[in-house]
T-cell receptor, first 112, second 112 residues
Framework: DTEVTQTPKHLVMGMTNKKSLKCEQH?????MYWYKQKAKKPPELMFV???????INESVPSRFSPECPNSSLLNLHLHALQPEDSALYLC???????????FGPGTRLLVL | EDQVTQSPEALRLQEGESSSLNCSYT??????LFWYRQDPGKGPEFLFT???AGEEKEKERLKATLTKKESFLHITAPKPEDSATYLC?????????????FGQGTTLQVKP
């Protein structure tokens, strides 16, 4: 089983809202990732967690705040987003941070 | 600097018309080359991981090959359900472990 689940599937939020995206995997993977994908572009890496510690932050604005409560869960907290942050947000996981990454279905975010 | 270039950007085939997608890469120490399939609005679906030149992997109508400079995704007798965007990504041994460098993708349309 190579399933990564993400909730919600769709999210609409105003620029003053606070919301969270959730990602879960039960494959025993120890690396988890957040990506942002705009239309007709490849995924862009945002954050990497390895063994529940943040190992990569690709200079993402502070209005995006990741959290890894345990080895199976990854959250992305959103606050004061801009319309240009509207995108498909993808979570991925891998056995370690040098192994094949498996992606979830994504959360489609619209910021009004 | 690690770089991935995919060609062509778009490809239209008739059902049953075999073809190949190209992924050229420049990387300092290849850890792995990855092929994904992505349907519109969904997360990338893992297809293959290749680690060293000369390696080949097959799955149904797809076959991936790897040389020191490029990878090919061969599609034999494609069907309309093979229509999707195919993404190639590499992970190098220098820089941040866990970071995938993606190409821009090849959008394949197979007409019945």
């Amino acid at each position: 089983d190579t399933e990564v689940t993400q909730t919600p599937k769709h999210l609409v939020m105003g620029m003053t809202n606070k919301k969270s995206l959730k990602c879960e995997q039960h494959m025993g993977h120890r690396a988890m990732y957040w990506y942002k994908q705009k239309a007709k572009k490849p995924p862009e890496l945002m954050f990497v967690y390895s063994y529940e510690k943040l190992s990569i932050n690709e200079s993402v604005p502070s209005r995006f705040s990741p959290e890894c409560p345990n080895s199976s869960l990854l959250n992305l907290h959103l606050h004061a987003l801009q319309p240009e942050d509207s995108a498909l947000y993808l979570c991925a996981s891998s056995l370690t941070d040098s192994e094949t990454q498996y992606f979830g279905p994504g959360t489609r975010l619209l910021v009004l | 600097e690690d770089q991935v270039t995919q060609s062509p950007e778009a490809l239209r085939l008739q059902e049953g018309e075999s073809s190949s997608l190209n992924c050229s890469y420049t990387v300092s120490g290849l850890r792995g080359l990855f092929w994904y399939r992505q349907d519109p609005g969904k997360g990338p679906e893992f297809l293959f991981t290749l680690y060293s030149a000369g390696e080949e992997k097959e799955k149904e109508r797809l076959k991936a090959t790897l040389t020191k400079k490029e990878s090919f995704l061969h599609i034999t007798a494609p069907k309309p359900e093979d229509s999707a965007t195919y993404l190639c990504a590499v992970q190098g041994s220098s820089g941040n472990t866990g970071k995938l460098i993606f190409g821009q993708g090849t959008t394949l349309q197979v007409k019945p």
